[in-house]
T-cell receptor, first 111, second 114 residues
Framework: NAGVMQNPRHLVRRRGQEARLRCSPM?????VYWYRQLPEEGLKFMVY????????ESGMPKERFSAEFPKEGPSILRIQQVVRGDSAAYFC?????????FGPGTRLTVT | GENVEQHPSTLSVQEGDSAVIKCTYS??????FPWYKQELGKRPQLIID?????GEKKDQRIAVTLNKTAKHFSLHITETQPEDSAVYFC?????????????FGKGTTLSVSS
C-alpha cells in the first residue's frame, strides 16, 4: 500500500512564476490537508479538502494561493506570482479518520 | 483559535535516560492529540496519538499522557537511544471530529548522546 505521494520533491521558481504542487493521498483516504513548514519551525495548517470540496481554508493566504482536489487525480496546491517568502517545505497529509499521514514534501525555492 | 505551546525547544539526554516533552493547548473542543517525529529532511512520522476519552497510552518505549482539565499532554520516551534523536512535534485537532486540521507546536529538538 503506497504512502502519500508528492511531486515534485524539489521545485525552483523565479519570482513572479507559478508553482504547482501535487499530492496523491493514500489509497482509501478521502481527506487531504496541506501544511507549510518554514526552516526550523513547526507545521502551519493551510487547507483541508475532500473530493471536489474545500472544507477549511482558514490557514491559506487570501491572495495567490489556491487548492483543489478534483474527482479524478491528485490534489493540487497552486501558488501564483511566487515571492521569496513562499520558499518553504510544503507537506500534504491524508487521512480517513483521525490519523494523518504525511507525504515526503515539496521543497519550494524562489529565486 | 487553537494555540499549542510546546516545551522545551531543545532537550539533550544521555543514552538510556528518559525524555519528557510537554504541550499545552487552548481550545477545549480539541479531542485528538498526535505526536510526530521528524528527522532532518524527512516527512513527519506519526509515532503515537491519544484521544480525549483516554488519559494515557503506551507503545513500547513511548507513552503519552493527557490532562484534559488542565489542557496539557506530554510525550514520555524511556531508555532513549541515539536513533531517537530528531525533532518532535505535538499537535491538537481544531475540532471535535475526525477529519479536522491539526495545530502544531513549534517542536522539540531531542539529542541523545551515547
Amino acid at each position: 500500500n503506497a504512502g502519500v505521494m508528492q511531486n515534485p520533491r524539489h521545485l525552483v521558481r523565479r519570482r513572479g512564476q507559478e508553482a504547482r504542487l501535487r499530492c496523491s493521498p493514500m489509497k482509501g483516504h478521502s481527506h487531504v490537508y496541506w501544511y507549510r513548514q518554514l526552516p526550523e519551525e513547526g507545521l502551519k495548517f493551510m487547507v483541508y479538502l475532500q473530493k471536489e470540496n474545500i472544507i477549511d481554508e482558514s490557514g491559506m493566504p487570501k491572495e495567490r494561493f489556491s487548492a483543489e482536489f478534483p474527482k479524478e487525480g491528485p490534489s493540487i496546491l497552486r501558488i501564483q506570482q511566487v515571492v521569496r517568502g513562499d520558499s518553504a517545505a510544503y507537506f500534504c497529509a491524508s487521512s480517513k479518520g483521525y490519523e494523518q499521514y504525511f507525504g515526503p514534501g515539496t521543497r519550494l525555492t524562489v529565486t | 483559535g487553537e494555540n499549542v505551546e510546546q516545551h522545551p525547544s531543545t532537550l539533550s539526554v544521555q543514552e538510556g535516560d528518559s525524555a519528557v516533552i510537554k504541550c499545552t493547548y487552548s481550545d477545549s473542543a480539541s479531542n485528538y492529540f498526535p505526536w510526530y517525529k521528524q528527522e532532518l529532511g524527512k516527512r513527519p512520522q506519526l509515532i503515537i496519538d491519544i484521544r480525549s476519552n483516554v488519559g494515557e497510552k503506551k507503545d513500547q518505549r513511548i507513552a503519552v499522557t493527557l490532562n484534559k482539565t488542565a489542557k496539557h499532554f506530554s510525550l514520555h520516551i524511556t531508555e532513549t537511544q541515539p536513533e531517537d534523536s530528531a525533532v518532535y512535534f505535538c499537535a491538537a485537532s481544531i475540532k471535535n471530529q475526525a477529519g479536522t486540521a491539526l495545530i502544531f507546536g513549534k517542536g522539540t529538538t531531542l539529542s541523545v548522546s551515547s
